[in-house]
């Protein structure tokens, strides 16, 4: 069954680093996404993309998130300047039509120390 | 604004039935999801009901709705020990490409 691939599965990193987590989206799949979990919260909604752009993003989605898919099989989400409260674990998610079916990979621990 | 709510923890027996509840707050959800999460992995897509149906009946999995009362149910019929994780309750209010709302998610503990 297809897969949505996520790397690394855990990373830590110093506050203030920039880290950039990868997703490999199914492959037939059109509509992006980011979602974050921080320990014992909701799952929540932080960016998608579609067609090469942004469509929605979230209030957390501020000037410190980027996202780029930067050839035809990854979508990157990109932290600039890492603060301790983005610990959380990242999802990544895609979907054939953007109405249902989303399929998650199994995430991105970050740790921001 | 929206709002997902579930009870955070269930405990069932081996063999029978789990019923997990959800609530929502936006009337004009479109269609409403149950995710599981077992440890360690992803956020795994059981099933999907569309807002103007009633119910849907998957193997041991019966989703019902309430539109009127905003409310949503996952039924697991002769309840596994592999069924032990985190259920997700989920909406989505717009069209194509939308974010998922996501409930705290409910700990179904089965027990042998």
């Known amino acids: 069954e297809p897969e949505v691939t996520q790397t690394p599965s855990h990373q830590v990193t110093q506050m203030g680093q920039e880290v950039i987590l990868r997703c490999v989206p199914i492959?037939?799949?059109?509509?992006f996404y980011w979602y974050r979990q921080i320990l014992g919260q909701k799952v929540e909604f932080l960016v998608s993309?579609?067609?090469?752009?942004?469509?929605?993003k979230s209030e957390i989605f501020d000037d410190q998130f980027s996202v780029e898919r930067p050839d035809g099989s990854n979508f990157t989400l990109k932290i600039r300047s890492t603060k301790l409260e983005d610990s959380a674990m990242y999802f990544c998610?895609?979907?054939?039509?953007?109405?249902?079916?989303?399929?998650f990979g199994s995430g991105t621990r970050l740790t921001v120390v | 604004g929206e709002d997902v709510e579930q009870s955070l923890f269930l405990s069932v027996r081996e063999g029978d039935s789990s019923v997990i509840n959800c609530t929502y707050t936006d009337s004009s959800s479109t269609y409403l999801y149950w995710y599981k999460q077992e440890p360690g992995a992803g956020l795994q897509l059981l099933t999907y009901?569309?807002?103007?149906?009633d119910m849907k009946q998957d193997q041991r999995l019966t989703v019902l709705l309430n539109k009127k009362d905003k409310h949503l149910s996952l039924r697991i019929a002769d309840t596994q020990t592999g069924d032990s994780a985190i259920y997700f309750c989920a909406e989505s209010i717009r069209q194509a490409g939308t974010a998922l709302i996501f409930g705290k998610g409910t700990t179904l503990s089965v027990s042998s």
């Open positions: 009901i569309f807002s103007n149906m």
């Open positions: 998610a895609s979907s054939e039509s953007g109405t249902y079916g989303y399929t």
């Open positions: 993309f579609y067609n090469n752009e942004i469509s929605e």
């Open positions: 492959s037939n799949h059109l509509y």
